[in-house]
């Protein structure tokens, strides 16, 4: 129990940024028939407003504009390409719009809160992503409720825990607060799994609209990768032209390569030796794929519990093939002595995260495991402790 109340619930950090990236705001005007947006606000101070290019990691604004005395804007300048764009009135106050450069879009909204409740119109897309967001504003909101009320529960027991050393009281405490704790985990994974199940049906119904894009990305492409591909296929094909969906196009594939149950991309890399060693090779095992390197300490603070799961489970048919990240060979087969590394699947060409196997397996960080079945199909990702040796006695069976 006290590592439930310290855990982070659910993936609500996950969830919550997301929520981020779907709001956003607003405008003023001298009446151009050329315009892109025009829009007319409630509660307007005579506020600037922006329309910003939000489609890429570097933000630019496209235009900014002054609303006038009836809360009226109008931006005249285009936008480059179909995507998101954000009208807003500061990086906290805005509201999400999806346009292309042929549309003349009409805006609505309240100057002290853009996100809620706007209106679009002129723009099919921007139409749809709107009532997508209003039908999971509230599954937002309860969920955030809920994580509020766990945190609250977290930090009084937190707080009773440094008031005293008496184990006995912790743990009474502990077992008071645990069913409450587990209600609301419960509660959360519920409207989570609500949320799911709308939004997988949004896509399906809407495959076609660029708003599926935001939606999509509300599901966790190590789960959904069917999803993520089917939204990068039907948006590349009716827009094959749009930057960034090349871009998210090609994230798509490289996660495609290593969704669960797909066959783990081959690896050939040399020994201490020089002598190359198939991925491929083993199969018939099941098989930890091991990404390290003798620099890296997380990576060294997790080998003890990787030898000990590779001694207990190597007669039943578990093995491991470590690859190092390294630069200096000296450095990793020190290493690999040191931490008692005993098995002989250790290979690396010494070229740290220039190494292909880099880009191939798409991690950015260190350690990085890929747990196969004896297919050499990938069964899971990142596994550590005790889910790692669950699912490493799953998939050995009875054997």
Known sequence: ??????????????????????????????????????????NSKGEFVSLINVNSREIKTIDSVKVDENGEFVFIKKVPEKGFYSIQISPSNFATVIADSSEHITFEGDAKHLSDGYKVSGSKDSETLVKFNELTKNNFKQMEKIRYAQDSIRRVFEAYMNTTTDSVKVDSLSKMLEPTFDVLSGNYQKVLEETGVYIRKFIDENTSSFATLAAVQM???????????????????????????????????????????????????????????????????VVLVDFWASWCKPCRAENPFVVGLYNKYKSKGFDIYSVSLDFKKEAWLEAIAKDKLTWKNHVSDLKQWQSPVVGLYGFEGIPFTVLLDRNGNIAGKNFRGPQLEDKVKELIGNN
């Open 219 to 285: 599901l966790n492409p190590e789960k959904e990768i069917a999803y993520y591909v089917k939204v990068a296929d039907a948006l590349s094909a009716a827009y094959p032209a749009v930057e960034n969906l090349k871009s998210f196009k090609k994230y798509v594939d490289s996660k495609k390569k290593l969704a669960i149950g797909s066959p783990a991309p081959e690896i050939s890399l040399n020994d201490k030796d020089g002598n190359p060693i198939l991925l491929s090779s083993m199969k018939g095992k």
């Open 1 to 42: 129990m006290k590592n439930k109340f310290k855990s982070h619930l659910l993936d609500s950090g996950y969830w919550m940024a997301v929520i981020l990236f779907i709001a956003f705001g607003c405008g003023n005007p001298k009446e151009a028939a050329n315009f892109q947006i025009k829009g007319k606000l409630s």
